[in-house]
């Protein structure tokens, strides 16, 4: 089992950037794909982006592709998302979450999930 911590949350104006980060307890996280979700009020949560257990792959939504990178570093235990150009439209509370298998986009694919941190962008 793993717990899950984000941070590095805020409010940003557009065209800014900020750098999330989830720390994962437990010896074991790199046998663990790691993604990053996003749920906006009155929608629906919404896959952002993904890493393989080694880091060596990755995958983005297209709203994303470009602006946003995903990264980990396995001595750490923790994952990162890297945002720039950020833009009202991803105004959302970001959810890190894990899986024992290979990555996916899939919501229900995932056996483990943060808190959550709310990210704001303004006009």
């Known amino acids: 089992q793993v717990q899950l911590v984000e941070s590095g949350g805020g409010l940003v104006q557009a065209g800014g950037s900020l750098r999330l980060s989830c720390a994962a307890s437990?010896?074991?996280?790199?046998?663990?794909?790691m993604a990053w979700f996003r749920q906006a009020p009155g929608k629906e949560r919404e896959f952002v982006a993904a890493?393989?257990?080694?880091?060596?792959?990755?995958y983005y939504a297209d709203s994303v592709k470009g602006r946003f990178t995903i990264s980990r570093d396995n001595a750490k235990n923790t994952v990162y998302l890297q945002m720039n150009s950020l833009k009202p439209e991803d105004t959302a509370v970001y959810y890190c979450?894990?899986?024992?298998?290979?990555?996916?986009?899939?919501?229900?694919?995932?056996?483990?999930w943060g808190q959550g941190t709310q990210v704001t962008v303004s006009s």
């Open positions: 890493i393989s257990r080694n880091g060596a792959s990755t």
């Open positions: 437990g010896r074991t996280f790199s046998s663990y794909a």
């Open positions: 979450a894990a899986r024992v298998r290979n990555y996916s986009d899939r919501f229900g694919a995932y056996d483990y």
